[in-house]
């Protein structure tokens, strides 16, 4: 009797462990997903002001094209290009900013600080991410993890070269 009550707590001990990994593991894929759709939002509202940047009077003719094509490509592409993408209008936009910008007007001057700020917005939101998607990806080593499927069907969550660079 006492052995089945001994058997019966350990069963009932074990449930229970695996059913708090997976609802960690579900916690922190949930973290992942919003970490990135936050990111995503910030680096949308970047190519925004990098194409009202491009069509300011601060860009020369050839810097405007550039960076118009740059936040372009940052816009619309797919997940697998995205990090080139980001990769290029960060280096677009280092260019044009490096050039200086003293003659800038008041409102060149108010897009440039949006985009100073905005610049700050994503590296702490990349910060985020990053910290999210190694959480995660920590928990799903685990041999429990992996031995009882508790992560489901989830892809496992990555980090993108862009998150390295420095914006």
Do not use: C
């Amino acid at each position: 009797m006492k052995t089945a009550l001994t058997l019966g707590f350990l069963l009932l001990l074990a449930m229970w462990y695996l059913s708090f990994l997976a609802t960690r593991l579900d916690r922190l894929h949930h973290r992942v997903e919003t970490s990135w759709a936050n990111l995503d939002v910030l680096l949308q509202k970047r190519a925004a002001v990098a194409l009202e940047i491009a069509h300011s009077d601060l860009a020369d003719p050839a810097s405007s094209m550039l960076l118009t094509g740059a936040a372009y490509q940052a816009r619309d592409a797919d997940i697998q290009s995205r990090s080139m993408a980001e990769s290029g209008l960060s280096g677009a936009l280092g260019l044009l900013l490096s050039d200086g910008q003293g003659h800038a007007t008041e409102l060149e001057q108010a897009l440039l600080r949006e985009l100073s700020f905005l610049t700050e917005k994503i590296r702490i939101a990349i910060a985020i991410h990053t910290d999210a998607v190694s959480s995660t990806q920590m928990v799903r080593k685990k041999l429990v993890v992996r031995t009882f499927r508790l992560a489901g069907t989830a892809p496992l969550p990555v980090t993108y070269e862009f998150e390295s660079d420095v914006l």
